[in-house]
């Protein structure tokens, strides 16, 4: 039997383009009739969780270094996980934590492919000052970036990565749409 892919998730440096490369895959699995669910973490971090009057803000770390954002988060995935909707998650998994809550555990249970987005640190530098110019707080991302690049290198080296430097989101998509193999996406 073949194991079906519940959950395709995109992982990498803030800033290399997760968000954007989700949806256009979010879209391309759909125009193939397939059902799917874009699963943005930000959104549930700072929508749903942060937005939460019981969450004390003055103890909140980052998304993927706090552990009560990262036990709600898994279960909004299982949630998810109970339709036959395939996921395209989009979260940095760059701390033990998050990697063995999310990752982990939920590999156990469904079935995970993994692909990291890369692309140089310059690249990387760019495409954070240019949301930064659009508004978007991004110290953390810039302040992060060599130790997301690092952890990154060190705990997925045999996932599946994609170089995105010099390609559209839209091309990265193409990229990982023609990479799954078909057979293991439920219809």
Excluded at 35 to 44: E, F, P
Excluded at 53 to 59: A, E, G, L, N
Aim: aromatic content about 10%; proline content about 1%.
């Amino acid at each position: 039997m073949v194991c079906m892919y519940k959950i395709i998730w995109l992982d990498g440096a803030s800033g290399v383009g997760k968000t954007t490369v989700a949806n256009f895959l979010t879209n391309e699995l759909m125009e193939n009739g397939l059902k799917v669910d874009n699963v943005d973490s930000d959104y549930y971090y700072q929508e749903k969780y942060l937005s939460n009057p019981k969450i004390d803000q003055s103890k909140i770390k980052s998304p993927w270094a706090d552990e009560c954002f990262l036990k709600y988060f898994k279960g909004q995935l299982v949630l998810f996980c109970e339709k036959d909707d395939i996921l395209v998650v989009q979260m940095v998994l760059t701390d033990d934590k998050c990697r063995k809550i999310l990752l982990e555990s939920l590999g156990e249970k469904v079935v995970i492919k993994h692909i990291i987005l890369n692309a140089s640190k310059q690249t990387i530098k760019d495409r954070i000052k240019e949301r930064a110019a659009k508004g978007v707080d991004q110290r953390q991302s810039l302040e992060r970036l060599s130790w997301n690049m690092a952890y990154l290198n060190k705990y997925y080296k045999e996932d599946t990565w994609i170089n995105t430097e010099e390609k559209s989101a839209e091309n990265v998509a193409d990229e990982i749409f023609n990479m799954i193999d078909k057979s293991r996406l439920q219809k």
